[in-house]
């Protein structure tokens, strides 16, 4: 990992920014690591990288996967996920990443959204949910339909909750492997700027809420995400016990 620069930037960086770059760095990471990015863009990346000193000129896809996963790092520590600027872990290699597949890897973790619909009936909320997921950033794979399901089963009233399990198995390597970053990279499919708050934040256990409490929550910002319908959204990874 790179030393920190000599000089701090001279403005402060706001913590969402902060988060969004640190999700797309996990996507972009991703995408390269796994080879489905083209060469001349994955050459672009690498160029900069070069260019501000945190990658040697004779690097591999390695080399490159290794400095994003560096960047991260350092931008997570900057947000407070760590008390010590932390150091720099080798990333396994091509061979030792393809001893585990990208199923196996997901079954070791649970990953869930769920979303809190005010409807009048079941088959009004999943029509919510599918003008929800055509209102991503983007196409998110899930393992199988979404669940839709009343608030209380007792006492039904006008609030669903549907439970949608992302799939990301189609990511060759997820680095850190970690929820966190499983977290985040889901995040990345909603639209830029939504105020998350993150009751629970370690890397074996993350959960990220919308919308925020009313202490941070501000007018017309935090008022509609996805659907006007939607009341509520959860983000929610664990590690499963072995």
Not at 80 to 86: I, L, R, V
Not at 108 to 114: C, D, G, H, Q, S
Not at 163 to 179: M, R, S
Request: aromatic share 8%; charged share 25%.
């Amino acid at each position: 990992m790179a030393s920190d620069p000599p000089v701090s930037v001279p403005n402060p960086v706001q913590r969402r920014d902060a988060e969004v770059l640190i999700g797309i760095l996990a996507v972009l990471d991703g995408v390269i690591w796994g080879g489905s990015l083209d060469e001349w863009t994955t050459g672009k990346v690498a160029e900069r990288l070069v260019r501000n000193g945190m990658l040697a000129a004779d690097h591999d896809r390695h080399d490159v996967h290794q400095a994003l996963d560096d960047l991260n790092q350092r931008l997570r520590y900057a947000v407070g996920e760590y008390d010590s600027a932390p150091s720099s872990v080798p990333l396994p290699s091509d061979g030792d990443a393809g001893a585990v597949t990208p199923a196996e890897r997901e079954a070791r973790w649970t990953l869930f959204v769920r979303f809190a619909i005010e409807a009048a009936s079941e088959a009004e909320a999943r029509v919510v949910v599918r003008e929800a997921l055509a209102g991503l950033d983007g196409y998110l794979p899930l393992r199988g339909d979404p669940v839709v399901r009343p608030r209380w089963r007792r006492n039904p009233d006008e609030m669903w909750v549907a439970e949608l399990a992302p799939d990301l198995t189609h990511l060759q390597v997820i680095t850190p492997d970690d929820a966190q970053t499983r977290c985040r990279f889901v995040q990345g499919y909603f639209p830029m700027g939504v105020n998350w708050i993150l009751p629970r934040n370690t890397e074996r256990e993350t959960r990220a809420e919308w919308p925020p409490d009313v202490w941070q929550r501000q007018p017309d910002r935090d008022d509609v995400l996805l659907h006007p319908a939607i009341r509520a959204v959860m983000i929610y990874c664990a590690a499963n016990r072995s």
